[in-house]
């Protein structure tokens, strides 16, 4: 909760007011909808970039990659798949997700796995046990790739296990996406949860959101 309160402006869009023209919060350049972002490391703050900027401070990141405190890292844009990973009911449940939905991510300056999921109240912080990351998510292969603090593993529970219905292969499995599309998904819940199940309106965006980024992912190589 805590965690990602420097997130929250990121999530809510207000309803029926005009968009506001955001701008790159390095050099007040206004930027379009579609930017790149930044997380400030050491206070797990994200913020709004333009292209030259989002170069720049990825570049002295780079250059000094022991310079620590006050180091900005570039949000990538990958989306990558493991179309041979999936939870089993049990690893879901050891996890202790109320919405079938859950993100982790690595944080650099405590050295440990967050796991997040949206609800009506925005991002949830929720107890990880190491044991149950080690089994379920972490275990993946696309674990290994993640990101620290820029990245994020997405994983949703199938919708056959949840609605007893069986749209099962669409929903599942695991997306290694950039963190900015957690909060995206964040505000979405916010948006549009109705009540104790959050509605068909909600599940409807829910899915639209999950479909889009499987379009944009790849799956990750088979191992050789
Ligand atoms: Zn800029
Ligand atoms: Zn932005």
């Not at 701008?23 to 007040?28: K, P």
């Not at 972490?138 to 292969?141: D, L, P, S």
């Given at each position: 909760m805590t965690t990602l309160a420097g997130l929250r402006r990121f999530l809510v869009e207000p309803q029926g007011r005009e968009p506001v023209q955001e701008?790159?919060?390095?050099?007040?350049t206004p930027v379009p909808p579609q930017h790149p972002h930044l997380v400030q490391v050491a206070e797990r703050r994200m913020v709004c970039a333009c292209g030259p900027c989002a170069f720049l401070f990825n570049k002295i990141l780079f250059d000094n990659p022991g310079a620590g405190g006050g180091g900005y890292r570039r949000v990538p844009d990958r989306y990558v798949t493991d179309p041979d990973f999936r939870l089993t009911d049990a690893q879901w449940d050891a996890l202790q997700?109320?919405?079938?939905m859950a993100f982790f991510l690595r944080n650099s300056a405590q050295d440990r796995i967050i796991a997040c999921y949206p609800s009506p109240a925005g991002a949830t912080e929720s107890e990880l046990t190491l044991e149950a990351w080690e089994a379920g998510v972490?275990?993946?292969?696309l674990a290994a790739e993640l990101e620290p603090d820029v990245e994020a593993l997405l994983v949703r529970r199938d919708k056959a296990t949840r609605r007893g219905t069986d749209e099962a292969g669409r929903a599942g499995g695991c997306l290694l996406v950039p963190i900015d599309a957690c909060y995206r998904l964040v505000g979405l819940v916010r948006l549009h949860w109705r009540g104790f199940d959050g509605g068909a309106d909600a599940w409807r965006e829910i899915d639209r959101f999950f479909d889009d980024l499987r379009d944009a992912a790849r799956p990750l190589r088979p191992e050789a």
């Open positions: 701008v790159c919060e390095m050099c007040a997700i109320p919405v079938g972490g275990g993946g292969r």
